[in-house]
């Protein structure tokens, strides 16, 4: 568990580095949230999801907890990056 954990952590510092740059491209908030793109990554992760064998409501769950924590930072960086003189 250890080692899958050490993967999952580093996948996630990956995606975040995303969410970082895909910050100063955003025009606005309502770019950031984009609630449709957050429904196809939910369709497509599910659907991956049952393919895999992986059970597909933890799958959803976790992706959307996932989404919405990157969705708060990218919205802080945003700020941030918006804010500047």
Same mark, same amino acid.
């Given at each position: 568990?250890?080692?899958?954990?050490?993967?999952?952590?580093?996948?996630?510092?990956?995606?975040g580095?995303?969410?970082?740059? *895909?910050?100063?491209?955003?025009?606005?908030?309502?770019?950031?949230?984009? !609630?449709?793109?957050? &429904? %196809? +990554?939910? *369709?497509?992760?599910?659907?991956?999801?049952?393919?895999?064998?992986?059970? !597909?409501?933890?799958? &959803? %769950? +976790?992706y959307?907890?996932?989404?919405?924590?990157?969705?708060?930072?990218?919205?802080?960086?945003?700020?941030?990056?918006?804010?500047?003189?």
């Amino acid at each position: 568990m250890d080692r899958i954990d050490r993967q999952i952590v580093t996948l996630m510092a990956e995606c975040g580095s995303f969410v970082k740059l *895909a910050s100063r491209f955003k025009k606005t908030t309502d770019d950031v949230r984009a !609630p449709q793109r957050v &429904e %196809q +990554v939910i *369709a497509k992760v599910t659907a991956l999801s049952q393919e895999l064998g992986a059970n !597909p409501s933890v799958t &959803e %769950q +976790v992706y959307r907890a996932m989404i919405s924590g990157f969705i708060n930072a990218e919205l802080n960086e945003h700020a941030a990056l918006n804010t500047k003189p």
